[in-house]
């Protein structure tokens, strides 16, 4: 069983485009997180939400909206995908706060 | 702000060789600490984490690491590498609002 999966895998898609990316856990933790990772493998946390609100937002664009509809799911939003957005987009989870996150597989997005 | 740093950006270590990877902290409090690996096109995976109590700290796959207060350091080690240790280590710390900041990574090169 996957703890934390994310769909899709791989995303390419064109400028200007709107998409999304999925993330479940199947944990029961409260908490979730989005990161980006680019190309020099640099992490950083995008957004958290705990029991479906949000905690954290770190000065993202806003095109870039995170939705959770339980606190099992966290989706992702993109609109108007630029070319910077290249990325690999990781989601986490944690059962409370500041304890150990455990990441999904990690969505490769290509803005072309 | 919290912040991680981890100063070495690649590694190259022989096979059977022993292995310390640094990293110091920044952070105002007693810190939440992480090591997690991540294998090429793999998400991210926890070695071990320190929250408090004996200083030394065992994680999976062999990997330590050593809680140093007074240096700000929580530095990985492993005694023999591996080639299947060939990866990115990330240290990380958790902050009190929820979040957990990454150092940048360091790439570890196994010769054979």
């Known amino acids: 069983d996957t703890a934390v999966s994310q769909t899709p895998k791989y995303l390419v898609t064109q400028m200007g485009n709107d998409k999304s990316i999925k993330c479940e856990q199947n944990?029961?933790?409260?908490?979730m997180y989005w990161y980006k990772q680019d190309s020099k493998k640099f992490l950083k946390i995008m957004f958290s939400?705990?029991?479906?609100?949000?905690?954290i937002n770190e000065t993202v664009p806003n095109r870039f909206s995170p939705k959770s509809p339980d606190k099992a799911h966290l989706n992702l939003h993109i609109n108007s995908l630029e070319l910077g957005d290249s990325a690999v987009y990781f989601c986490?989870?944690?059962?409370?706060?500041?304890?150990?996150?455990?990441f999904g597989q990690g969505t490769r997005l290509t803005v072309v | 702000a919290q912040s991680v740093t981890q100063p070495d950006i690649h590694i190259t270590v022989s096979e059977g060789a022993s292995l310390e990877l640094r990293c110091n902290y920044s952070?105002?409090?007693?810190?939440?600490l992480f090591w997690y690996v991540q294998s090429p096109g793999q998400g991210l995976q926890l070695l071990l984490k320190?929250?408090?109590?004996?200083?030394l700290v065992q994680g999976i796959k062999g990997f330590e690491a050593e809680f140093k207060r007074s240096q700000s350091s929580f530095n990985l080690r492993k005694p023999s590498v591996h080639w299947s240790d060939a990866a990115e280590y990330f240290c990380?710390?958790?902050?009190?609002?929820?979040?957990?900041?990454f150092g940048k990574g360091t790439r570890l090169h196994i010769l054979p």
């Open positions: 986490a989870s944690s059962p409370f706060g500041v304890t150990e996150a455990f």
């Open positions: 944990l029961g933790h409260d908490t």
């Open positions: 939400y705990n029991n479906k609100e949000l905690i």
């Open positions: 952070y105002g409090a007693t810190p939440y």
């Open positions: 320190y929250f408090s109590g004996d200083t």
């Open positions: 990380a710390v958790g902050a009190r609002d929820d979040k957990i900041i």
